[in-house]
């Protein structure tokens, strides 16, 4: 027989997001948001996401299933809503922010064969259940924060998410009603051709979560614009909950407006009032000041983005918004355009057409698929001065383009694309070459970078040590350092140790710089990552000096 925990078994409170009708709805801004209204009224938070998949982590998915993988400072392979998180909230998270199927089971598996369960009969109920709570109660007690929300990852309904559904459930239960709080978010279609609000998918999702055992307290509506008066009706009288615990959240500019909006519904007072926290007026001047920046650029570049998966730009979304925080900084508007590498590499023709564009961009990616086309680019931002910024493989891939073209080495590769390469200059880390799993083992989360005074990497940072996030297998190869910085590239950030290559650039460009780890990850809105940012100045100064140029001829 197991008890029934009643009264609350944590300091913290809870709000649990859930979502309906289809998946990518928008949870993680809500919960995001919902943590900045929060957050600007003195309440300090930390968030969850919950995966109902059975991978361990992301990290063995592939970013056109699932979008990017966000990396945490300890090396967790996370969600890519654990970066919203983490640029709304100004927050560290850890890898304990992320549940999954498989890690719960996992841990419960590795319990029964070590015999904790005591001869008991291993169930979703209550052993799966309870071990999805711990994990929560977990980040609560590790954060020591107000309030803990978590967002209930998939669509209710789904059977993976099933065991998650009843754990908040329990913890309804366990908590309190006054320390829980269910936030259901659903969507609200518009008909084009009569332009009617049709509130009954948001209501069979109700109606659903209901079936599991889980009234909402508060419901948000995802929609094109604004709900009517009769839609919020409706969804108050099918929803059981009073019209002022029904919110909107409607399409707008910047995703940077939305914890605004619902504040202004009202949503963050009733928040406050529901969970009895002790909440000051509200303070969003910096907040409005960035997202005024954003909505009102003075002036405007266009960056090509040359990657592999071009065709999800949720590959790519921390990287996107590191260049419209940086873009804010110099109130310019930032449009990155996206192309497949591969598109060089069947058209080369096509290549005059960066010509067309402030900044070439060249991202992380994996394996030689597009590695070509990624490669003539760089090349051709070199032999042009067009201001370039690579990242992680763009990194790789501007040393194996300056050891073929300027080192003479003609057949220099990573031997992560040609293992059998006569000038290995990327080759795969040294402790790399006993790993046979591929979950999690590769150079993970931050290490520390000595930055060397006089260059563009210390006039950026302007700092000698600096800490950044990384994810990689392969490195720069120590035997062709030399032939390389003889050639002209300046390697300006290492490992402590120095024996890694962190950061290079070329001396006499206008920008042109890459570097091994993810800037992205550290960038915040009012707080733009160095690189992104020095990338962006740099575009819009040539863009600028060209135009005077012009202007005087």
């Known amino acids: 027989m197991h008890l029934l925990l009643l009264g609350p078994q944590s300091m913290a409170k809870f709000v649990f997001v859930t979502g309906g009708v289809l998946s990518s709805v928008g949870k993680g801004i809500i919960t995001s948001s919902i943590g900045k209204m929060l957050q600007t009224r ?53 890898m304990n922010s992320n549940i999954t199927t498989g890690m719960v089971y996992q841990t419960v598996i590795e319990k029964e064969r070590n015999g904790d369960y005591l001869g008991h009969c291993v169930q979703i109920v209550p052993h ?28 209710v309904g789904d059977i993976e998410g099933l065991p998650f559904l009843e754990a908040i459930r329990q913890m ?26 049709k509130t009954k998918p948001l209501q069979h999702s109700v109606n659903e979560l209901r079936r599991i055992g889980i009234q909402p307290d508060t419901i948000v509506a995802r929609s094109r614009k604004m709900i009517e008066d009769e839609a919020r009706r409706k969804i108050a009288l099918f929803g059981t909950i009073p019209e002022n615990a029904v919110f909107c959240s409607y399409n707008v500019k910047t995703i940077y407006e939305v914890p605004l909006n619902l504040d202004k519904q009202g949503m963050g007072a009733f928040i406050v009032d529901r969970l009895q926290v002790q909440g000051q007026e509200p303070e969003w001047s910096k907040w409005k000041s960035f997202v005024e920046t954003v909505l009102k650029p003075r002036h405007s570049i266009k960056i090509l983005l040359v990657g592999k998966y071009a065709g999800l730009t949720d590959s790519y979304v921390s990287m996107s918004e590191a260049f419209r925080h940086a873009g804010a900084k110099c109130q ?71 050891a073929r073209n300027v080192c003479r080495l003609e057949s220099a590769d990573s031997t992560e694309i040609n293992p059998s390469t006569s000038f290995p200059v990327i080759d795969l880390m040294p402790e790399q070459h006993k790993v046979k799993v591929k979950g999690a083992t590769m150079r993970l989360g931050s290490h520390k970078i000595l930055v060397k005074r006089g260059t563009l990497a210390h006039s950026l940072y302007k700092s000698e040590e600096i800490i950044e996030r990384h994810r990689h297998r392969f490195e720069v190869n120590p035997t062709y350092i030399s032939t390389l910085e003889k050639g002209g590239l300046v390697f300006s950030g290492r490992s402590i140790d120095g024996k890694r290559m962190e950061v290079l650039e070329l001396p006499g460009k206008i920008f042109f710089l890459a570097s091994q780890y993810h800037g992205e990850f550290r960038s915040r809105p009012g707080k733009p990552d160095p690189e992104y940012y020095g990338f962006v100045k740099a575009c819009l100064d040539r863009k600028l000096g060209e135009s005077r140029l012009r202007l005087n001829s």
């Open 172 to 197: 309804r239960l366990e908590e309190g009603f006054e320390n829980t709080l269910y936030v259901h978010v659903a969507l609200v279609p518009i008909l084009d051709v009569t332009g009617e609000m």
């Open 332 to 402: 310019t508007e930032v449009a990155v355009n996206y192309v497949e590498s591969e598109r060089f590499e069947k058209h080369p023709e096509e290549l005059e057409t960066l010509r067309d564009y402030d900044g070439i961009f060249v991202p992380y990616g994996f394996g030689p698929r597009g590695s070509s086309g990624k490669i003539v680019a760089i090349q051709y931002a070199r032999e042009n001065d067009i201001p370039f910024l690579g990242i992680c493989y763009g990194f790789q891939l501007a040393v194996v383009e300056f």
């Open 42 to 94: 003195g309440v300090r938070v930390t968030a969850i996401k919950v995966d109902p998949y059975v991978n361990v982590d992301a990290g063995t998915m592939n970013p056109y299933m699932h979008g990017e993988v966000y990396v945490t400072m300890d090396g967790g392979e996370t969600d890519l809503d654990l970066g919203w998180y983490e640029r709304f909230l100004d927050l560290n998270l850890t």
């Open 128 to 155: 799966v259940t309870n071990e999805i709570k711990r994990r929560i109660r977990h980040v609560a007690g590790e954060s020591k924060v107000d309030v803990v929300l978590t967002e209930c990852g998939g669509t």
